[in-house]
């Protein structure tokens, strides 16, 4: 896990290291830099394969010519360098992932099972090759004006590089809709998301996955099983020590009690917390377990903090523990496993799942259920479901938008979290073996007795406690009544939080509804 940063025509040298070193914090290990005329490679490392200095980058490939600068884990790496007998001088997944590349081209990607996002260039050529990967797990932001073009993991540098601080009207109601931003939208006009499941090729942006829905499948609970503990195997992959984020939650005890690291973390205010199930947990597979508390009174702090550091607003409050978290963890961990992506994948928000599956498809409808903000906006969310509007099929539909544009903010939000405290967080219930095989999956099977998460619970029920599986869904608990001191609502006033305290946003104009 890396920072990296590609510029095209930014003409401050002395800058270019200044932005990249925003980032730091994404790779304290190292950071490196090409430049040649009016190009610029630069590079966080946090060390995870092949701790060796020789795995520096941009790391420059066997042809002497092609420069790769990489963020993320390509996980099967071994496989692919074994099955298309690339030869190496590291233990590294990012000269399997250069060398891959200039056998395959752009097909390479369809090779690979990871998160990342990379760019690749070839001195000589000036050939520019840029990818991210199917979900979006890793974060890439580009700006396109003038000639001049960057590729970041953060937002930071962009905003030193060319001082584009004009807010996008569009991507303020997004979030005070929606809490997070979609369609490529950041909170900035000028700076966009690069589109997960695409890379940039020639100048163009080109699709190279998408979910497909086909015949329905029967479900084979031995296939899920492998499937899902292939991934948590994959995602163990490291030449650190790793450690597992544990609430006590039905998908985070199942990683926990598979992956059997050292290590489980969990965390809680005085008042309001899940230390019980996730002691539980802990106590049956002899985990070393920590309890991290934290205080309203520091809250806000943290979350001013993060906010000023990554020049975003941040999604939900439970952001604010994330980084509470991990910052604790990074004493013992580098890498981090986490539950993210199994509610897209079995249907776990049961409520606007089960309207889903009985209605048609109805806004306002929609609005009650998914929507954070209390006011109405009828025309963001029908900007932001764009994308999956012409899916007749009413689960269908929010299954896709949920597996495709609501998780991505989630990604989002644990990728910030915990890069912030120099650790790689690791997803395996976004897998995209996973995801294209529970996509197959009708709603009665995942929604099994009208239970949430049966499948899973059925699977993994000899590992688990059963307090923990019995319990029901909770969220990541925050009191923001004593946080906010009783406003009138309270989810509102955080997302508002959020954007006033935006650094420069007082400063510019744009056009809130």
């Not at 979030?175 to 695409?198: L, S």
């Not at 604010?320 to 990074?330: P, R």
């Amino acid at each position: 896990m890396c920072g990296i940063l590609f510029c095209k025509n930014i003409d401050y040298s002395k800058k270019l290291n200044d932005s990249l070193n925003l980032m730091n914090h994404r790779g304290p290990d190292y950071a490196g830099s090409f430049e040649e005329n009016n190009y610029f490679l630069g590079h966080n490392r946090l060390s995870i394969l092949d701790l060796d200095k020789r795995s520096n980058q941009p790391f420059l490939a066997s042809d002497n010519q092609t420069y790769i600068i990489f963020n993320g884990e390509v996980y099967n790496h071994k496989e692919l360098k074994h099955q298309f007998g690339i030869k190496t001088k590291t233990t590294s997944d990012t000269e399997v992932l250069v060398e891959l590349y200039l056998k395959l081209g752009s097909k390479c990607l369809s090779y690979l099972n990871g998160m990342f996002s990379f760019v690749i260039f070839n001195k000589k050529t000036k050939k520019l090759f840029v990818a991210r990967d199917r979900l979006g797990i890793k974060p890439l932001y580009f700006y396109d004006k003038n000639e001049k073009l960057i590729f970041s993991s953060e937002i930071s540098p962009i905003l030193n590089l060319t001082e584009e601080y004009t807010i996008d009207s569009i991507a303020v109601r997004q979030y005070k809709k929606m809490r997070t931003f979609f369609r490529g939208h950041t909170i900035y006009k000028n700076i966009k998301m690069f589109p997960a499941g695409h890379f940039y090729e020639n100048g163009n942006i080109c699709k190279y996955w998408d979910i497909e829905k086909s015949e329905n499948t029967k479900l084979d609970k031995e296939e899920l099983k492998h499937l899902i503990d292939s991934s948590i195997e994959y995602r163990k992959i490291a030449d650190v020590e790793m450690g597992s984020y544990l609430s006590g939650g039905l998908d985070s005890s199942i990683i926990a009690s598979v992956a059997k690291q050292e290590h489980s973390w969990t965390i809680g205010f005085e008042s309001c917390n899940e230390f019980e199930y996730a002691r539980l947990v802990a106590q049956k597979h002899k985990l070393n377990h920590h309890e991290i508390t934290i205080k309203e009174d520091e809250f806000l702090d943290i979350a001013r903090f993060m906010i000023n550091k990554r020049r975003e607003p941040l999604s939900v409050p439970n952001e604010v523990l994330l980084y509470k978290m991990t910052k604790e963890a990074s004493k013992y961990n580098k890498a981090i496993l986490s539950g993210e992506g199994a509610d897209e994948l079995m249907y776990g928000y049961d409520r606007i799942f089960r309207w889903a599956n009985e209605n048609e498809f109805n806004l306002e409808e929609f609005d009650n259920l998914y929507s954070y903000g209390s006011h109405k906006d009828d025309e963001i969310i029908d900007y932001i479901l764009g994308p999956v509007s012409h899916i007749k099929s009413n689960i269908l539909k929010i299954a896709t938008f949920f597996q495709l544009h609501h998780l991505h903010g989630l990604l989002r939000r644990l990728d910030s979290s915990t890069m912030l405290c120099s650790v790689e967080a690791r997803v395996p219930f976004v897998d995209h073996r996973l995801i294209e095989y529970m996509y197959r999956i009708d709603f009665n099977t995942k929604m099994k007795n009208g239970v949430v998460k049966t499948i899973l619970k059925e699977i993994y029920k000899n590992i688990l406690p059963i307090d923990v599986i019995e319990r029901k869904k909770v969220g990541f608990p925050v009191p923001l009544k004593n946080i906010f001191k009783n406003k009138e609502n309270n989810m509102d006033f955080w997302l508002s939080f959020n954007i006033n305290n935006l650094p420069n946003f007082n400063k510019n104009y744009y056009n809130e509804r």
